[in-house]
């Protein structure tokens, strides 16, 4: 991995509230075209992490670097998150075109245009642009809210638990979405997830947030095979060998043989 491109640099981040420090001198790379899972336990700062490299948090202290440091990032990432948050007035065409008109300069013709060809690549239906937040299912919002953060083109995707609350088809969906979207465009994926299929299926490393830092950051297999009390609890629990036995009976050879 030392050999490729890192999009993203963090250095010495420090993150506090108060008295309370959540992150202390956190270095992390992420490379051009990887999707790269965080995770860690409840308190360890995933979604601060994200934030504050997304530029939506000024961190206390540190480095935060992304495509060599260049100064147009509003339109060079795209946010989920993990809720949607999409506008609840809106429509769903109209909660994709709106960063085309804002920050592209598009009038509405043109960002409804290119609203639906976004709404089209997350797998939604040519009727669902017209529909309002309230009305679309769990799977739904996910997509939609996919697709407003796909609007600008960016290169580097943030996704805040973008499976919770899913169920398990609609789950294992998205991520195979996100696998066959980051090849298509090239995309770098920073990706906050618990669903231990995600890591499984979708993510090339994986990123262990613990004693205030990035713990360890690598394959899966090498991330697993770390000594450390919550590592080990988390993918050897129950969960943990029920995911890695679905990977292994898929990736099997006589998988799906008549």
């Not at 360890?44 to 997304?54: H, T």
């Not at 990432?77 to 999409?86: K, P, S, Y």
């Not at 709106?98 to 239906?125: F, H």
């Not at 609350?165 to 969906?173: C, Q, R």
């Amino acid at each position: 991995m030392t050999n490729r491109e890192a999009v993203i640099q963090v250095r010495g981040l420090c993150n506090r509230f108060g008295r309370n420090s959540v992150h202390e001198n956190l270095d992390l790379d992420v490379y051009r075209g990887e999707i790269l899972a965080v995770v860690g336990g409840s308190g360890s700062g995933k979604s601060v992490l994200l934030r504050s490299i997304a530029g939506l948090r000024r961190p206390d202290a540190g480095q935060v670097r992304i495509l060599g440091g260049r100064t147009d990032l509003e339109r060079s990432i795209g946010v989920l998150f993990q809720h949607g948050a999409l506008f609840s007035s809106l429509t769903v065409r109209e909660n994709v075109a709106l960063p085309l008109i804002e920050l592209a300069s598009l009038n509405r013709r043109q960002a409804n245009q290119i609203a639906d060809v976004k709404l089209a690549l997350t797998g939604l239906p040519a009727h669902a642009g017209d529909l309002y937040p309230a009305d679309l299912s769990g799977g739904m919002i996910k997509r939609a809210a996919l697709a407003r953060a796909l609007a600008l083109d960016p290169a580097i995707l943030f996704l805040d638990e973008p499976t919770a609350g899913l169920d398990p088809i609609g789950a294992a969906a998205f991520d195979s979405l996100l696998v066959t979207l980051r090849d298509a465009f090239q995309l770098t994926v920073f990706l906050i997830t618990h669903d231990l299929d995600t890591l499984y299926s979708a993510c090339d490393r994986v990123a262990v947030l613990a004693q205030k830092k990035v713990l360890v950051a690598d394959s899966l297999e090498v991330v697993a095979a770390t000594e450390d009390a919550w590592i080990q609890e988390y993918f050897h629990g129950p969960r943990g060998r029920a995911a890695a036995h679905t990977v292994a009976r898929n990736n099997h050879p006589d998988h799906g043989a008549n």
